[in-house]
């Protein structure tokens, strides 16, 4: 039964209430996107056939933009409180020995450590404990959708099985959060794009006591024989991938034993010495991506849009951007009006940039596998010398994450498509973040006081306007603003730059070209404001 809360109006062909968003898939994709639709004040309803988090770890890793994300969902003191930060990379050759090392900071752009370590069901569990805590947010678990359809312009049906049998909802939108195996990508009828990676691994999660050699970030082991990762996830938990020959197995009566020479780089373990394994998982790592992400008002997000091999720990990450991307959007229309247009950009935005993740993924992925012993010899001998180039560990330990490319909604400027950084500010007398006082909506940053024309637009979108000489932070922002030659920055809902004010130049660049998508009809005056 559909609790009032989530209900929006009736649908008026059949009479059934009609939900604002059904979200196919309750994984942390799908229910992180319903907290950021919470926080845009639109109600959802999360469809999930598992009962309770999945037990077992599968997601390790996420970036500091990812933290920023669970930030706005609101749950980065909790997650803080669990996850681990970790030191970087190390590539090592077939005997061990370290070929290259980059650092990652604890201080990333987006005021978090740049890589985290983290048990997924933790982050699972944590993500559900905030959607209870959010009225407009309701999980059904249990339940099987055997069906999505949407005629021409009308709501879309979901049939979903349950105990009670078969029901039907109708919603404004879907958002399929439902894996690689995805039955919505198949209701929009979506095929996939083989990006031409297919290789099979074994992950093996323990927890132990021992003393296992770690510093604290990851390993790659670059040996075309035997690649393998290894990674510290918290305070007793590690994990090790191997690709394993064919015919290879680690079950049977001696599968302990070939495990324990695997790991032996690592952990010298006697008789009897605590070694519990968790998890162990053979898995087909792929590099796909979906040659549609969007039908009229349905969907696809995570891994029923993009499959990324794990070499580089993106495959969760790029869902979780597909929900930041999305969600203001979804609300902007749903909510206030905005142009249907506006919604076509999910996939011009989201899909170049998961295209380019899978690919540094899939290079990666060549070179710790590809190659024989001459190969391996002179990917050793290269990736030394390129190392001791000063700046090239510091630049491979940047971000992964390129900016947006141009579109409606990313601009011309050195800025553009970007994320603003985010340091410590202060408000109102105490410590906080930047995000938590530029607010769920759009914001402009400055340097300089805004001409009335700038200021009309601003006011226009209902942004916060946010002197970066008044906000008490260590001259980051001011740096960042000076660094891009900017004057001012308008940023989006998700904190992507749309638009820049040049040094000197007074005004947006290219207002007129946004304004369409994003007025709405509460907000009517903005394009009357980019007209002056």
Known sequence: MTTDHAVGQRDIATGAPRLPVVI?????????TALLL???????????????VYPLPRAVAMDDEIRRILQAAGIDAEFAAVARPSNGLRLLDARHRVM?????????HHGFPQTSMFDQPQLERLLRDALARRPECELRGGVEV???????????????????????????????CDGAGSLTRDAIGAGWEDLLFEEHWTAIDVRTRAHVRSWEGVDQVCDPARPGTFMRIG??????????????SLDGAHGRERLLALVAPWVSLSHGDDFEVIRQARYTFRAHLADRWRRGRIFLLGDAAHLTPPFIGQGLCSGIRDAHNLTW?????????ADERLLDTYESERKPHARHVIRLAVATGWAMTGGQDRAAVIRRTLLGAACRVPGVAGLAGRSISPALTSGPLIRRGRLSGTCCPQPWVTADGRRTRLDDVLGDSFAVLTAVPLMPSTRAVAEGLGARIVPVDEVGDDG???????DGRADAVLLRPDRIVLDSVPTGRGGFTDAAAWAPLLCTTHRPALLRSTAR
Do not use: N
């Not at 919470?38 to 309770?52: F, P």
């Not at 290259?100 to 990333?108: T, V």
């Open 100 to 108: 290259a090392e980059f650092r990652r900071s604890p201080h990333g």
């Open 146 to 176: 055997t069906a999505v359809h949407q005629d021409g312009d009308g709501p879309v049906s979901v049939t979903v099985r349950g105990d009670d049998g078969e029901t039907h909802l109708w919603a404004d939108a879907v958002l399929g």
């Open 24 to 32: 196919i898939g309750a994984g942390p994709v799908g229910v992180t």
């Open 38 to 52: 919470a926080r845009h004040g639109v109600r959802s309803v999360v469809l999930e056939r598992h009962r309770d």
């Open 329 to 337: 959007k979804l609300a902007r229309v749903l909510q206030q009006g």
């Open 476 to 482: 980051t922002l001011a740096a960042w603003l000076h």
């Open 235 to 248: 305070e007793d938990r590690y994990r090790w991938e191997f690709r394993l020959r064919d015919g290879e």
